[in-house]
């Protein structure tokens, strides 16, 4: 186990270094730094400045160890906006974005795996049916557009939700949280279920694949040959196998639910990082860019290594198979 | 308990008298739902495809454009009475109906294109990957799974951040983001079936390689492969339009379904609802209708349920 | 031969039927047969011929569209057709019991053998976790498994498939059930564990009284195990009697010509020294869609004459010995041991 660990550790700092080659080549490679990297209303003599602190006369591999040095320092340069360092910009954007991650992914979660168990039990039934067209319309709902019906309805029309903004938040452990007040969670209500969207689809249809699947399964009617109770045979002999696919799934796509909160945040007006990111793409404000990027690869390594061990967790003949190597 | 499974359903004995194709389209019919959306996928391209005789006026042809008639609701005549705006004007008085319909010529095109070429170059490097094997297919699936665990819009988002906008940057950048799918499709499925006697015969025989690959490895790793591209049109189509919604995707000048509701977001606070909704609309219809057929594709091509 | 005892379970003209698009298929059609306490009967019939249905049926676990259509299953006297689910879930796994074909498909891949044992205990006796846990113990050890407790911690991946199977069989007797319907239990394992699971499971029945419902294909298995024998083709039972009767006088052809088609069954020289060749039943057993009227063998049978075109009635050739055909084989054509 220890040793499976290690391996996928090492993975994940080979992907990271790969990450930040490319970013690299992306960033200083591609076209001019300068252009990248200097405001462009900048001066000549900044222009200059910049040249030699960011160390252009020197050969590649020695801008880059330059480079992933200063990454390591959490040294990503300054923003051109805001003229603080970019990655404190957005580290200090992100609790708002995990939240609304988290938020969306629970409600995806809770209301996915009962939805698609039941779909999954009844596949022929009027219910069974109903679940799964629901969940084709949900993956065919571009997120952006259930973004704007969702305002249109409920912020608009009926008034009951605010239609964007992060509502008052409460510190704890100095971390900024809105799931404390009342308000807050109006507030955050909306974008949770907009972002949830897709994932609940996806979860419904993983569910109910994976209960059919497991109700072929023999194990599934040896344990009714047992004289087990369907409650039993259900939620511990089908759940628990199907749960493997669904944790990693939940895990992986936690990321992607990160990723597609740029477009619920900038919907929703959400002050978290998806928001600066695409208010710094169209200003231009390219160290943000950079940290943003870095930040998320980062984040990603850290969830599919998470996941991987998760799953090793769970799985008995992957958590065996790692131990006795 | 095998026959409690097996007794339902048709006899093989019955399918294999059947032609491939014949039976492919019989029980791609069994599914009235599956047939709505071949229908109504059919009537959104053609939509697509003859736009500019469908669409009531050129919304691109500004002499055609009075903004007298801005924002006027669905329904309303047009102030020379020439027309009617079946689903209301956007704030240039531009027909909401006939920039639906332009709207859907360069969102099906791009999606098309990008699809296209995505899956050929994955599926080329897939194939390669897959009948070659050794050090090739290793970096090459590392570089796909490494890709394949970002999710497209960001992977797409990082290369318009970093090229600029356009046509052919998002296109580019919906390629990139999506070749990754065929080459995995591909190199799984030209691994199970390069492992099969007929490719073991053709090898023997002492055909070309390219011959092999093409003639004979390709045609079988096609089922998966369509299911997979049917799936990515529509992927494709979502991703172009959430990047020109954010602004990142198309131009002004090239206004997809995308940017159509990008403009109308504005007026959704006053109740100006149909100048967003309607384009929404349109692109649910483009992305649902791919989907439920990919969705039937997926169980007809499907060898596992194919029983069923 | 036990001497005639109540038995356990009385199973009289059981039809299962299965409702499709096309009309309704009969998988299983008026099967009778009864087994005593302690007594082995093997059900043998080729894959698709109801056999493994017949013991679903008499488990109440039949999956729709399939369900029982007629006929009676008494076990101990009680009629167990038109129990309510929870009656059926009491009587499963508590008086009834099954083991499986496959015993690396029968355990739940990812909980150990404890739990799987251990709530089997508990779905029909109130008793604590550590007293199931006592009883999973004592029937893994009754099974022959080394180590119990060690195994008992175990995932089912650990184990080797003759030891999965023993632990299945561990789980079937965990509540002393009446009855064990075993569906080909040793097909999936090497021939050497085939035989030591064979010979256990006869004694653990013989020694608790239970009965033991054996299903197979292979004749082989019941020749040296089965107390009495139905074979079974097309949903119907064609012949049944004692492995003797069934085994040295077959009487239906097609019993006849499942024996020839056994190489153990085979394996004795004829009169010249030489071993006889295997002969194979002409044609394929029909899908259960297009069973062929009156007698389903027909179309194979080298006897059939215009009188099988009507359903043959069951016939008693000598005591016990009960076969469905109107030209049964004279019972000097039999395999002489």
């Known amino acids: 186990m220890t040793l499976f660990i290690l391996r996928r550790m090492l993975q994940a700092f080979n992907v990271l270094f790969v990450m930040s080659l490319l970013v690299f080549a992306g960033v200083y490679a591609i076209g001019n730094p300068l252009d990248l990297l200097v405001d462009p209303n900048a001066t000549a003599e900044d222009m200059a400045r910049a040249a030699a602190s960011l160390g252009l006369d020197q050969p590649l591999w020695a801008q880059y160890a330059r480079f992933l040095g200063n990454a390591l320092q959490g040294d990503l340069g300054n923003s051109f906006i805001h003229g603080v360092p970019a990655l404190g910009l957005i580290v200090e954007r992100l609790p708002a974005t995990l939240e609304l991650a988290v938020v969306a992914m629970l409600i995806a979660v809770l209301l996915g795996i009962p939805l698609g168990l039941w779909a999954g039990l009844r596949p022929d039934s009027w219910s069974g049916r109903t679940i799964m ?37 409460a510190e704890v452990l100095g971390v900024p949280i809105s799931l404390l007040t009342a308000d807050g969670w109006r507030h955050l209500l909306l974008p949770a279920a907009n972002l949830a969207l897709f994932k609940l689809s996806l979860i419904i249809r993983l569910t109910r694949s994976g209960t059919r699947e497991a109700l072929l399964q023999d194990y599934v009617k040896f344990a009714r040959a047992k004289g087990l109770s369907n409650a039993r045979v ?82 008995p003949r992957v958590r065996l198979a790692g131990a006795s190597q | 308990m095998s026959e409690a499974n097996i007794l339902p359903t048709a006899s093989p004995a019955e399918a294999d008298v059947e032609r491939p194709l014949r039976r492919l389209v019989r029980m791609y019919a069994e599914s009235r739902v599956a047939l709505f959306g071949l229908a109504l996928l059919l009537v959104v ?21 009075d903004m007298l008639d801005g924002r006027l609701p669905p329904g309303s005549a047009s102030g020379d009475g020439r027309l009617t705006y079946l689903l209301g004007t956007d704030e240039q008085g531009r027909d909401m109906l006939s920039a639906i319909l332009y709207g859907l010529r360069i969102s099906v095109g791009v999606g098309v294109v990008a699809t296209l070429m995505a899956l050929a170059i994955g599926m080329a490097l897939g194939l390669a ?27 797409a988002m990082i290369l318009l951040a970093l090229f600029g906008q ?30 099969k006697e007929y490719i073991e015969a053709a090898r023997l025989l002492g055909l070309s390689t390219p011959r092999i690959l093409f003639r004979h490895l390709l045609p079988n790793c096609l089922p998966p492969l369509i299911v997979v591209a049917a799936l990515q049109v529509a992927a494709a189509i979502a991703l172009e339009a959430t990047l020109s919604f954010l602004g990142l995707g198309l131009p002004v000048t090239e206004p997809s379904l995308g940017l159509l509701i990008a403009n109308g977001f504005q007026y959704l606070y006053s109740g100006r609802y149909w100048i967003s909704v309607f384009p929404g609309v349109a692109l649910l219809l483009l992305i649902l209708a791919i989907n439920l057929v990919a969705d039937q594709l997926r169980d007809v091509l499907n060898p596992r349920l194919q029983s069923q | 031969m036990n001497a005639p005892r109540e038995p356990t379970l009385v199973v009289d003209r059981l039809t ?20 005593a306490p302690g007594e082995v009967l093997g059900l043998v019939g080729e894959s698709g011929s109801g056999k493994s249905l017949t013991g679903f049926s008499i488990l109440g676990l039949v999956d729709p569209p399939g369900e029982i259509a007629a006929g009676s299953i008494r076990l101990k006297g009680r009629e167990l057709r038109g129990l309510s689910a929870r009656e059926w879930r009491a009587l499963r796994g508590d008086r009834i019991a099954m083991i499986f074909q496959d015993p690396m498909m029968t355990l739940n891949p990812v909980l150990r053998i404890d739990t799987q044992m251990i709530e089997t205990v508990r779905a029909h006796r109130h008793v604590g976790r550590d007293a199931a846990r006592e009883l999973a113990r004592d029937a893994l050890a009754r099974v022959g498994i080394p180590s119990p407790d060690e195994r008992l911690r175990a995932y089912p991946h650990q184990l080797s498939g003759g030891m999965r199977q023993r632990v299945a069989i561990a789980i079937a007797l965990l509540n002393a059930p009446d009855l064990i319907i075993a569906d080909e239990p040793t097909t999936a394992l090497d021939v050497t564990i085939q035989a ?17 419902i054996w299903i197979t294909h292979d004749l082989a298995v019941v020749a040296g195990l089965a107390d009495r024998v139905c074979v079974m083709y097309a949903g119907r039972i064609v012949e049944q009697g004692s492995t003797a009767q069934v085994l040295e006088t077959p009487a239906h052809p097609y019993t006849r010509g499942l024996l020839d088609s056994t190489p153990a069954a085979n394996a004795q020289p004829d009169e010249g020294g030489q071993p006889q060749p295997l002969r194979q039943i002409p044609g394929m057993a ?5 069973i062929p009227a009156g007698c389903a063998f027909r179309p194979r049978c080298t006897h059939a004459s215009e009188l099988c075109e009507q359903v043959p009635p069951a016939v008693e050739l000598a005591p016990g010995h009960v076969a469905r055909c109107f030209h049964p084989l004279p019972a000097t054509q039999g395999v002489k041991p």
Request: hydrophobic share 55%; glycine share 8%; proline share 5%.
């Open chain 3, 16 to 35: 299962t039927r299965f409702a499709s698009r096309s009309g309704a298929v009969t998988a299983v059609d008026e099967v009778s047969f009864s087994v």
């Open chain 1, 234 to 315: 259900v939620g511990v002999h089908v759940l628990k196998n199907i749960l493997i696919p669904i944790v990693t799934v939940v895990g992986l796509e936690f990321g992607s639910l990160i990723a597609f909160s740029v477009v619920t945040e900038s919907i929703f007006a959400w002050p978290g990082m998806g928001k600066l990111l695409l208010d710094s793409i169209t200003q231009l404000d390219r160290p943000v860019v950079v940290a943003y990027l870095l930040l998320v690869v980062t984040l990603y390594v850290v969830i599919n290594l998470a996941v991987d061990l998760l799953y090793a967790a769970l799985d």
């Open chain 2, 129 to 155: 990957a897959g009948y070659f094997g050794g050090r090739f297919d290793a970096i090459l699936m590392r570089i796909a799974d490494i890709q394949l665990s970002f999710p497209s819009i960001l992977v």
């Open chain 3, 286 to 290: 029909p899908s259960l869609k297009e």
């Open chain 2, 166 to 195: 356009g046509i052919d940057k998002i296109v580019i950048a919906l390629v990139a983001a999506q070749w990754a799918y065929y080459a995995r499709t591909t190199r799984s499925a030209a691994l199970v079936e390069g492992r």
């Open chain 1, 133 to 169: 067209a629901g969940s084709i319309l949900g993956f065919s709902l571009p997120t952006f557009w259930v973004g704007l019906m969702l305002i249109m309805v409920f912020a608009v029309q009926l008034g009951w939700l605010p239609a964007s903004g992060r509502g008052p938040t």
């Open chain 3, 196 to 212: 030591q699971i064979l010979f256990e499971m006869q004694t653990l029945c013989r020694e608790s009284g239970t009965a033991l």
């Open chain 2, 45 to 65: 391209i053609l939509a697509a495809l003859f736009a500019p005789w469908l669409a009531p006026q050129n919304p691109y042809d500004l002499m055609q454009l």
